[in-house]
């Protein structure tokens, strides 16, 4: 399994002190917390995509995975978003190529709709058709990857006719994709049709939901044929924050949930804690739990934590950091390892795809007709 952190860029109020970073002194964190991921021996950072207040999170985020990528040497870059409903797919196809080359293939990306509504019109579009165009965007998107002349005509953009992005991927592979949602089942089909990954971001659902949305995307990956069920590619999030002793990480972490955005007013850090993956405690505490993702999602490939939000200093994050990557880390790829049945299939890097395709295992969308006409389906 692949273990790693992923930032949403938030430019948020310090609630014990009152002061919020500048955006040069977020942006610089950011690139700070990434290098540090590495450091500290983590698989995975992602970067999310936003185009609004208060988020500093690159609108285009291939720009800062370049930057990683030239003061790093292993650590994978993805993004928590790709935003596929307002970025054109012909620009996705140009700068991912391009920094998967600057980068030499340490790139993936996961492909999100955005739920932020004034922001679709700012690039002429509208939140509801958010479903249609992400997969008609996909679609071709797809298609510029894998064919070097693309005739298209669709609802949502101008035609192309003979169109070729360049650059071509690197090593003829495309970036690997995973479709990010939190509550829609055409997104967890889509990502079934194609055969590629399906990342479910669960920071503020239960268990429950999670499961359902996990088990809709694997049915319908054995439906297209292009494996078993537990053979499907699945991604999950998660929350943390630790201290040596729990009732110290709750007494710290507790004004900055109690005052962010997205948790105010909302449940009590005890309820959330209790219906959702955040975790707030010791590391064994996040080790347990985190453990305990695989009964509700079987045996997957990539976890994700968020854990630089909500106004939290740099300092603290990146303990936070450190304490993932030196004891909760080493501990959760023992036990998994241990757990994880024979014939799981890897986490996706460029060098698996490139084997993939030289071994033709390449997905094919809506699955492979050769295998459905042999077994005389």
Excluded: C
Aim: net charge negative; hydrophobic share 35%; no cysteine.
């Amino acid at each position: 399994m692949q273990f790693g952190v992923f930032s949403i860029g938030d430019v948020t109020p310090d609630p014990t002190t009152g002061r919020a970073p500048t955006e040069h002194e977020r942006i610089k964190a950011t690139v700070a917390i990434a290098r540090k991921a590495e450091e500290v021996g983590l698989d995975v950072f992602a970067i999310g995509q936003h185009h609004n207040p208060p988020f500093v999170a690159p609108a285009n985020p291939p720009i800062f995975m370049a930057h990683v990528a030239a003061q790093t040497e292993r650590i994978l870059l993805s993004t928590a978003t790709t935003l596929i409903t307002t970025t054109d797919p012909v620009r996705i196809a140009e700068d991912y190529a391009y920094v998967q080359h600057l980068a030499d293939g340490r790139i993936d990306l996961t492909l999100g709709r955005g739920n932020t509504g004034p922001v679709y019109p700012w690039f002429g579009k509208d939140i509801r058709a958010g479903i249609p165009l992400a997969v008609e965007n996909y679609a071709l998107l797809h298609r510029l990857w894998r064919e070097a002349a693309v005739d298209w005509q669709g609802r949502y953009r101008t035609p192309l006719e003979g169109f070729t992005a360049t650059p071509r991927p690197l090593d003829d592979v495309a970036p690997f994709v995973w479709h990010g949602s939190i509550r829609s089942p055409e997104i967890a089909e889509q990502a079934a049709y194609y055969g590629d990954g399906f990342f479910h971001n669960n920071i503020f659902w239960n268990k429950e939901h999670t499961g359902r949305m996990v088990d809709l995307y694997r049915e319908r990956y054995e439906h297209y044929g292009h494996g078993s069920a537990e053979q499907a590619i699945v991604g999950l999030g998660g929350q943390v924050f630790m201290r040596r002793n729990s009732q110290d990480a709750v007494r710290e972490f507790r004004p900055y949930f109690d005052n962010a955005p997205v948790y105010g007013g909302g449940p009590s850090l005890e309820e959330f804690t209790e219906m959702t993956p955040l975790t707030v405690g010791t590391p064994e505490q996040v080790i347990e739990k985190t453990l305990s993702f695989r009964e509700y999602a079987g045996d997957y490939q990539r976890q994700l934590f968020l854990i630089d939000h909500a106004g939290l200093p740099l300092e603290t994050v990146l303990e936070q950091v450190e304490m993932l990557g030196e004891e909760v880390v080493p501990v959760l790829r023992r036990e998994v390892a241990a757990r994880t049945p024979q014939g799981t299939p890897e986490p996706p890097t460029h060098a698996s795809l490139v084997r993939r395709r030289e071994e033709g295992r390449d997905p094919i969308p809506g699955g492979r007709k050769d295998d459905a006409e042999a077994s005389g389906s």
